[in-house]
């Protein structure tokens, strides 16, 4: 087996010939589907296999094999690097050190800014820097387009259960960018926090993005104490698949937010 320096992949230095790799990371999956050809990808997260919540399409999860993370599973597949999330169990990572199998770790992406850097190094562990490039300036053109002038809309990003995502998050920076005022601010929220249903019945959003909810489950937003604000406030899905990834899936992310405000 060829064995890459992470020293070498994260410089971007040329490599002999494209690298093996495994993602055990849904998140590097979707990122990976832009930047490596698809012989190069050896393994993909199991997350991508679920429809409800993966970054990529059916067709694109049918075509690799995936893992659940476990140093059996990613050795057996032979890769020249393993791409993860920041946290990896200490006996895969002890695993790839026995076997010199260079290991890529990215946190989660919380701004346009780290997400330009974690496709640039993705892409360069890929061997492909330029496919990088282009896909951040695919990003960056989507971005500046979904841009929406005027006053800010108070808004909130509301998962099952009332968790919202606050400042120093991607979700926030996604919702100013498109012309919201994220409201989990004004509460005293944490970056990840649970919202109180007191909050949103004294101080409502004109916009609620619900994710994942299409079907009107959610417990707490069928709330009998919400529902004088029916006409008050503006429910809108928010496809579960956009919450927790940067990547491509921005695209979409901000098109929809920017339909959403540039509707009201």
Same mark, same amino acid.
């Given at each position: 087996?060829?064995?890459? !320096?992470?020293?070498?992949?994260?410089?971007?230095?040329?490599?002999?010939?494209?690298?093996? #790799?495994?993602?055990?990371?849904?998140?590097?999956? $979707?990122?990976?589907?832009?930047?490596?050809?698809? !012989?190069?990808?050896?393994? #993909?997260?199991?997350?991508?296999?679920?429809?409800?919540?993966?970054?990529?399409?059916?067709?694109?999860?049918? &075509?690799?094999?995936?893992?659940?993370?476990?140093?059996?599973?990613?050795? =057996?597949?032979?890769?020249?690097?393993?791409?993860?999330?920041?946290?990896?169990?200490?006996?895969?990572?002890?695993?790839?050190?026995?076997?010199?199998?260079?290991?890529?770790?990215?946190?989660?992406?919380?701004?346009?800014?780290?997400?330009?850097?974690? #496709?640039?190094?993705?892409?360069? $562990? =890929?061997?492909?820097?330029?496919?990088? $490039?282009?896909?951040?300036? &695919?990003?960056?053109?989507?971005?500046?387009?979904?841009?929406?002038?005027?006053?800010?809309?108070?808004?909130?990003?509301?998962? *099952? *259960?009332?968790?919202?995502?606050?400042?120093?998050?991607? $979700?926030?920076?996604?919702?100013?960018?498109?012309?919201?005022?994220?409201?989990?601010?004004?509460?005293?929220?944490? &970056?990840?926090?649970?919202?109180?249903?007191?909050?949103?019945?004294?101080?409502?959003?004109?916009?609620?993005?619900?994710? +994942?909810?299409?079907? +009107?489950?959610? &417990?707490?937003?069928?709330?009998?104490?919400?529902?004088?604000?029916? *006409?008050?406030?503006?429910?809108?899905?928010?496809?579960?698949?956009?919450?927790?990834? +940067?990547?491509?899936?921005?695209?979409? =992310?901000? +098109?929809?937010?920017?339909?959403?405000?540039?509707?009201?």
């Amino acid at each position: 087996m060829r064995v890459i !320096g992470l020293a070498l992949v994260l410089a971007g230095a040329p490599v002999e010939a494209a690298p093996r #790799i495994v993602s055990i990371n849904p998140c590097v999956d $979707a990122i990976l589907m832009h930047v490596a050809d698809p !012989g190069q990808i050896a393994g #993909i997260s199991h997350y991508s296999k679920d429809p409800r919540a993966s970054s990529i399409t059916v067709a694109q999860a049918a &075509r690799f094999k995936a893992t659940s993370g476990t140093a059996e599973e990613v050795v =057996a597949l032979a890769p020249d690097i393993v791409i993860a999330g920041a946290h990896v169990a200490p006996s895969t990572i002890a695993a790839l050190r026995r076997m010199n199998i260079a290991l890529l770790q990215l946190g989660v992406s919380e701004s346009l800014a780290e997400n330009r850097v974690q #496709i640039a190094q993705i892409a360069a $562990a =890929a061997g492909h820097v330029g496919r990088g $490039a282009r896909l951040n300036a &695919r990003i960056d053109a989507a971005v500046k387009a979904a841009h929406t002038a005027g006053s800010a809309v108070p808004a909130l990003i509301w998962q *099952g *259960g009332g968790l919202v995502p606050g400042t120093e998050t991607l $979700a926030d920076e996604l919702l100013r960018t498109t012309g919201f005022h994220n409201l989990s601010k004004d509460y005293g929220l944490k &970056r990840w926090d649970v919202l109180p249903l007191e909050h949103l019945v004294g101080r409502p959003p004109r916009v609620l993005f619900s994710v +994942g909810d299409a079907s +009107g489950t959610d &417990r707490m937003l069928g709330h009998r104490v919400l529902r004088p604000l029916a *006409g008050h406030i503006a429910v809108r899905e928010y496809p579960e698949r956009l919450m927790h990834c +940067g990547g491509p899936t921005i695209i979409e =992310a901000v +098109g929809l937010l920017a339909r959403v405000r540039r509707s009201l």
